[in-house]
């Protein structure tokens, strides 16, 4: 079946703009995460979905970033202001339950010139 | 505080030797470890797993060992093919958070 994707593969943006990047979890899976991962470093915990609700937000570095999961499905990580060290890959997992197996998408690279 | 962390950054091989890749871990509460491997421009891929109930854990061509005393983990590949040849990271959780805790990674080079 189908795994997580993400959209798009690559996003070049400039400071001080906003951007999203979306991921489609896997078909079934209630739980979905966002993580951050910086060249040469393991992923970083941004958020976690438990369905519709945001379960853990703990990882957000600051208000500029907000994610949000309305139908239980399709998550949408939000970033406004954009500064160059938003500058990662943002990638996105989904496990069939809160204590599964975490299934990652191939990730959104964010360039902020 | 908590942290995952890796022996070495790099780990060269000759094709078809077995592969030993090591992983400290500092949080003693942490019950679930996993190890991903991730190729260039990809996303994590799930590997192996082991819960802290168990010690050891066999997959295809992979092995897990979890030493609970000393707070270690470990990656065993046997017979290592050139298609092996990626970051390797282990992460841990806790059942009290859903989240996982990566280690910086290790770069494995597998030589024809």
């Known amino acids: 079946g189908a795994g997580v994707s993400q959209t798009p593969s690559n996003k070049v943006t400039e400071k001080g703009k906003y951007v999203e990047l979306r991921c489609d979890p896997i078909?079934?899976?209630?739980?979905l995460y966002w993580y951050r991962q910086s060249l040469g470093q393991g992923p970083e915990f941004l958020i976690y979905f438990q369905g519709t609700g945001a379960a853990d937000d703990s990882g957000l570095p600051n208000d500029r970033f907000f994610a949000v999961r309305p139908e239980g499905s399709v998550s949408t990580l939000k970033i406004q202001r954009t500064e160059r060290g938003d500058s990662a890959v943002y990638l996105c997992?989904?496990?069939?339950?809160?204590?599964?197996?975490?299934?990652f998408g191939p990730g959104t690279r964010l360039t902020v010139l | 505080g908590e942290s995952v962390g890796l022996h070495l950054p790099t780990l060269s091989v000759q094709e078809g030797d077995n592969s030993i890749i090591n992983c400290a871990y500092s949080n003693s509460a942490s019950d679930y470890f996993i190890w991903y491997k991730q190729e260039s421009g990809k996303g994590p891929q799930f590997i192996i797993d082991?819960?802290?109930?168990?010690d050891k854990r066999q997959g295809q061509r992979v092995t897990v060992l979890l030493n609970k005393t000393v707070k270690h983990l470990s990656l065993q590949i046997a017979a290592t093919q050139p298609g092996d040849s990626a970051v390797y990271f282990c992460a841990e959780k806790n059942g009290a958070n859903s989240k996982l805790t990566f280690g910086k990674g290790i770069t494995l080079s597998v030589r024809p």
């Open positions: 078909s079934g899976h209630t739980a």
């Open positions: 082991i819960r802290s109930n168990m």
């Open positions: 997992a989904s496990s069939l339950t809160s204590a599964g197996t975490q299934y």
